[in-house]
């Protein structure tokens, strides 16, 4: 079995190989990012997803300057709609963080050691470091030298095989479908059918359901299923001044989820989702 994984992809901006441009992966990036920020004031993240806002969060605790940059006209397009990431944006602003959102970088200048980031607006960011936190792309070098199927990633069948029966894929590296999760809860799936499989057994991977439970800045944030970020169906929602949580109806079954401020019931929620429950088995706002 292949379980390959990824790494972290850095976009091709101009002066992103200079001196203090950092992306996060390992431990040892961990490391080098403390320390380098040990002297440094003023940092930009590039990219506002998970891995960027939580890494912020942790600099502006020690003082930095943080700006995020991001593509999206919203924090977290995966994870929140239009109105949950604005009140995540606002408890974060309030908390110190700097956003410029649907913009991009341009370039990083500063002739060899970062001085400023340039946004394709116009605008220009005085900065010390440079995150980049872009996503990850698979390792797909081993899959390619033994001459299997990939597209985004080693494409697997239903029973996780590869274009070559006798091997296996899982995790990061394996796209089923058009599907790249990229997330420990679909890694278990997998690893666990194709294990079966190897053994002899019958499993059917039919995909995961997205689900992620998580901290931001020290506030509590769990997606999962269709988030519905355009109002294509029917929603419940629960709002307080510190809670937004939004329940997705399709057909009157429950699809998916959004809780900022309240993860209590996450896991039951999860699993009515992936038990496709008609909405009347379940307790909503």
Known sequence: MLATGSHSYLPPIEGVNQQGVFTLRTVDDARRIISFAETREKVVLVGGGLLGLETGSALLGKGKKVTVVEFFPRL?????????????????????????????????????????VHLQKGEILPADMVIVSAGVRPNLEPAQRLGLATDKGIIVDSTLRTSRPEIFAAGDAAQFGNHLYGIWPAAMEQGRAAGTNMAGGGVIYEGSTPANKLKVGGID?????????????????????????????????????????????????????????????????
């Open 76 to 116: 977290l397009p995966r994870q929140l709609d239009t109105k949950g990431a604005a009140r995540l944006m606002q408890i974060m602003q309030d908390r110190g963080f700097s956003f410029r959102l649907g913009t991009s970088v341009r370039e990083i200048a500063g002739g060899g050691a970062v001085a400023s």
């Open 221 to 285: 944030l769990a997606a999962a299923g269709e988030i519905d970020a355009e109002d294509r169906f029917e929603s419940r929602i629960e709002e307080t001044d510190t809670v937004y949580r939004k329940f997705v109806i399709d057909d009157n079954h429950l699809v998916g989820c959004i809780m900022l401020g309240d993860t209590a019931d996450f896991a039951r929620t999860v699993r009515a989702i992936n038990e496709q429950m008609d909405i009347t088995q379940i307790k909503l706002p």
